[in-house]
């Protein structure tokens, strides 16, 4: 009975949408994948580069990419826009080039929008590179899960729960931990819940991050 499945996938259709929105032949869908992975790498190692982050969050929350014969529409959803804000105009024609050059792609237009969500850590997006942040800093990691439970309760949600793996602290054997707050209902197709899934690479291995959040019911 121990069958798990990722909580997004199980929704789709019903609370969750998909993050790319696009149609093509079997035989082209491969190629399809990877320049999806190629946009999404470009943003993420742009903004690591070019953003003066203070916090060690990059606060991108989601990327949506929509693809038209010849359109290519990618929405950044972040937490922190201010962070790009300095020379919006030009640091967004600097990332639409780098992507053009990334695929090179001549008969298709790509056209970026930011968008600032509101409540930045009521994402778990967000709150992972935020955990990810301290255990980077050798900040104990109950305290870390704890401080992630309560910057998600300012952002109104209903729920959460925090899972940590790997050698945690340090210690020789691996094991997993984990801190439930509020509800999170993963069998009730209905209830709209936030996952992610972030590797963190600290001095002493590789700890993998899970975050549920559970924001309401329809």
Same mark, same amino acid.
């Given at each position: 009975m121990g069958q798990k %499945?990722?909580?997004l996938g199980f929704r789709l259709g019903t609370t969750q949408d998909h993050h790319a929105i696009w149609f093509s032949q079997p035989k082209n869908y491969s190629e399809g994948l990877q320049e999806d992975q190629k946009i999404r790498d470009c943003i993420k190692n742009y903004i690591q580069k070019n953003m003066k982050i203070s916090s060690g969050i990059e606060g991108v929350a989601c990327i949506? !990419?929509?693809k038209r014969i010849d359109l290519i529409q990618v =929405? !950044?959803?972040m937490g922190f826009p201010k962070l790009l804000i300095e020379g919006r105009t030009r640091r967004i024609e600097e990332l639409q080039l780098n992507i053009q050059k990334e695929l090179n792609c001549v008969n298709r237009k790509l056209n970026i929008a930011i968008t600032r969500i509101p409540n930045p850590y009521g994402n778990p997006n967000i709150l992972a590179e935020f %955990? &990810?942040?301290?255990l980077k800093n050798r900040v104990s990691f109950r305290k870390a899960m704890k401080k992630a439970i309560e910057l998600t309760e300012? &952002?109104?949600? =209903?729920? !959460?729960? #925090?899972q940590i793996a790997g050698r945690i602290d340090g210690k020789e !054997? &691996?094991?997993v931990e984990w801190i439930r707050e509020g509800r999170v209902p993963l069998q009730t197709i209905r209830a709209k819940i936030d996952y992610c899934f972030y590797p963190v690479?600290? %001095?002493?291995g #590789?700890?993998?991050i899970k975050i549920w959040i559970f924001r309401e019911e329809e």
């Open positions: %499945i990722n909580p949506q !990419i929509q =929405k !950044i959803y %955990i &990810a942040g301290q300012q &952002a109104d949600t =209903k729920g !959460i729960q #925090v !054997i &691996a094991r690479r600290t %001095i002493y #590789v700890l993998g």
